[in-house]
């Protein structure tokens, strides 16, 4: 992402209702690792740190692992004292010197610079000490690419089906994999599919999903945090976003 994107993230991420609720749906799949307080958590590609601070506060340790030096800055103004930034690479996480609990992979293996997705889960696996979790929140369904997507990178989504299989392989069981956003697929698939793809010439190149407007940013808010209610129980068959929590096997 550019540095305005990052910029950006950094004043948007603690209270946009987007981040606000991803944070939430995030938190019903933390609740399934025991002793969360006793445990390390990597968060590769950790952007501007909003999900180290806001997210996984409740982790005894939390190190994130960043290439771009504009993110990094606006990550280290937000560390505690058990918190550290690191810059490295997820195509090459050998340089990770500290085996850990848990991993973080929040839109990250959507990225253009993700040179295999395979490759970055293998390494994961052996990053992770022995029944490590792997945490994962992504773009769901190709078909929803959108001016968004160009803007932040990505170069593809994700099923439930194909990103599981791919962790069966890395050596990791599931515990929980749903979609979610299940209310704003239905808007998504308008804008991007369709309205996006009818009118390209006259869309901005700006972050246009990240415009806010109060009265509707209170409304998708209410929409997606309804999801935690049926998250806690089950799973949701159709959604804009996947999320996946994954355990280690060897």
Not at 102 to 112: E, F, G, M, S
Not at 222 to 234: A, P, R
Not at 240 to 247: K, R
Request: glycine share 6%; aromatic share 10%.
């Amino acid at each position: 992402m550019s540095e305005n994107e990052f910029t950006l993230y950094d004043r948007l991420e603690k209270d946009y209702w987007w981040f606000k609720a991803r944070r939430n749906i995030l938190s019903v799949f933390l609740s399934h690792i025991e002793k969360i307080e006793e445990k390390t958590i990597l968060e590769i590609g950790c952007g501007a740190g909003g999900n180290l601070k806001y997210l996984f506060p409740d982790f005894l340790k939390r190190i994130g692992l960043e290439i771009n030096e504009t993110a990094i800055k606006y990550a280290r103004g937000k560390i505690t004292d058990n918190t550290k930034i690191i810059r490295g690479d997820a195509n090459d996480l050998g340089t990770v010197q500290e085996r850990v609990n848990c991993v973080a992979l929040l839109d990250v293996l959507n990225h253009k610079n993700i040179k295999s997705v395979n490759s970055v889960l293998v390494q994961v696996n052996k990053l992770l000490k022995k029944d490590g979790y792997l945490l994962i929140s992504d773009g769901a369904f190709n078909f929803l690419e959108g001016s968004h997507s160009e803007n932040v990178d990505s170069a593809r989504r994700f099923t439930i089906k194909e990103l599981t299989s791919k962790l069966i392989k890395s050596n990791f069981r599931i515990i929980k994999a749903s979609y979610w956003g299940f209310s704003l697929f239905f808007i998504l698939f308008l804008k991007r599919a369709i309205f996006e793809r009818l009118f390209r010439k006259r869309i901005s190149n700006k972050s246009n999903d990240l415009v806010s407007i109060p009265i509707i940013d209170s409304i998708f808010y209410f929409l997606v945090n309804s999801e935690t209610i049926v998250l806690k129980k089950g799973d949701l068959p159709l959604g804009a976003s996947l999320a996946i929590l994954a355990q280690k096997t060897d």
